[in-house]
Structure formats: structure tokens, C-alpha cells
């Protein structure tokens, strides 16, 4: 398939630049075992969230969509020299189990904090409780509130908050199709176009994973 090369050059930065460590990839494994999809970032791409944490000098991440606790292990292994925190949102607690049993696996147990419920949800009662704010907020969970997840990112930013929202290209069909995700990513974009106290851009990416991409925006205001 066209996409032959995307996986041959991927391997290639993964084996030459990425290099995850031991409870990354057991955390695949886990993961694998207990039968989750297998719709975690690719490790390129859970390395490019670990630098750009790293980068914003980030101590708080808010990440919303944790399956197996993949992306909160690279987002801890950026915040945790600093200590900092990773609070990620899960809806399903056979994920959540799985995560912490991965998370606690790779010696974060203190540092990322699983929270189980619907993420909308969550977020009302994590405002309701004075949560802190967040340095970086990565939206990976379902497309369809994306809109309403990017209203809490708001509310929990300070000017120079970091948001990433992932699968913003789904194979182009961000453009084309009626589905609930295609017209969640749609409204994301609307509310970020319409938004003042953002900037953004986003990136077309290919990989293992296909066509794909992902919006990054910085708290300007
Ligand atoms: N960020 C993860 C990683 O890279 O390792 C992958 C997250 S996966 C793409 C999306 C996750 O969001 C799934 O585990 C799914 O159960 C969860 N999810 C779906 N709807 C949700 C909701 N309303 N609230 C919280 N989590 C939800």
C-alpha cells in the first residue's frame, strides 16, 4: 500500500532518534494483551509531546483520553524531573485499570493521576473543586466534544498554555464526512478560528497510522 513507505521511513526515525525505553514498550505490550485498540500516539509522535513539554517548560499536563496511559507516560517522563503533575481524563474504567497498572509499571504512580468518568464531566467537577491550572492541555479523546473540551483548556490556561488537539485530518475526511468525529474536529476549528486568546496552526502528518494531523495552539491572552 502507499502507506508502505510511510511505516518503513517511521520505523527508520523510531529506531534511529526515538529510542523508547523498556516501560514504554511494555506498556504496548499490556496493552495489546488486554485487547485496547491500538489508537495510542506513535512513538515519534509520543516524543514530539515529550519535547514540546519539555521545551514550554511544563509542570502541569491535562490530558484528556488516556487508554492504556501511553502519552502519560512520555508526559511524565517530561514533567516528572520538575515535579510536575499529568491528571488524564479516561471514560472507560477497564482503560483507567489499565493505565494505572502501566503507569505505575514505568514509576509514575505519584506523578499521573487517572481520573475515571466522562471527560465533560470530570472537567465541570475538576472547576467545581478549584483545580489548578494546566501548562499543557492534549486533547485525544472523543472527537465529538472537542469543542466543549477546548472551553475547559480555556479555563484551566494562563498565557503561554500549550493545546494539542490529535486526529484533526482522519485521512482527509475531516473535510468530507458527516460523522460525529469529522463534525466534532469541524466545530474544534470553529471554535478555535473564532477564539482571541489563541494562535494556532496545524500540522499534516503521515505514519504508521496513515494521513493524519494535529492543531497546536498557544494561550496568547
Ligand atoms: N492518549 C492516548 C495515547 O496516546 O496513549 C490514546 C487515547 S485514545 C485515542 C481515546 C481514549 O478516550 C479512549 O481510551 C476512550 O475510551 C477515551 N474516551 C472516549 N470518550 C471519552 C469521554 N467522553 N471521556 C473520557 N474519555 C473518553
Keep these: 500500500s502507499e502507506y508502505a513507505k510511510f511505516d518503513s521511513v517511521n520505523a527508520w526515525i523510531e529506531t ?12 504496548l505490550e499490556a496493552n495489546a494483551t488486554a485487547q485496547l485498540e491500538d489508537i495510542d500516539v506513535a512513538p515519534n509522535e509520543g516524543k514530539f509531546h515529550y519535547l514540546l513539554a519539555k521545551m514550554n517548560k511544563v509542570k502541569r499536563v491535562l490530558e484528556i483520553g488516556t487508554l ?3 502519552s502519560a507516560i512520555w508526559f511524565a517522563k517530561a514533567v516528572a524531573p520538575v515535579g510536575g503533575k499529568v491528571i488524564t481524563l479516561e471514560f472507560e474504567p477497564e482503560h483507567a485499570k489499565v493505565a494505572r497498572s502501566n503507569i505505575a509499571n514505568a514509576g509514575f504512580a505519584d506523578v499521573v493521576e487517572v481520573r475515571v468518568g466522562k471527560a465533560l464531566d470530570t472537567l ?14 492534549f486533547i485525544d479523546a472523543d472527537k465529538s466534544n472537542n469543542a466543549g473540551y477546548l472551553k475547559y483548556a480555556l479555563e484551566f490556561a494562563h498565557v503561554g ?7 484533526v485530518v482522519r485521512q482527509g475526511k475531516v473535510l468530507e464526512d458527516k460523522d460525529a468525529h469529522s463534525e466534532g474536529q469541524r466545530k474544534a476549528f470553529e471554535f478555535l478560528k473564532g477564539e482571541k486568546r489563541v494562535e494556532c496552526t496545524a500540522l499534516q502528518t503521515v505514519g504508521p497510522k496513515g494521513w493524519d ?3 497546536v495552539a498557544m494561550v496568547v491572552e
Design 161 to 167: 498554555t500549550v493545546i494539542v488537539v490529535d486526529n
Design 16 to 27: 534511529s532518534l526515538v529510542k523508547q525505553d523498556a516501560s514504554l514498550a511494555s506498556c
Design 124 to 137: 465541570k467537577k475538576m472547576r467545581e473543586d478549584g483545580e489548578e491550572g494546566f501548562d499543557y492541555v
Design 213 to 215: 494531523g494535529f492543531a
Design 68 to 70: 492504556g496511559g501511553y
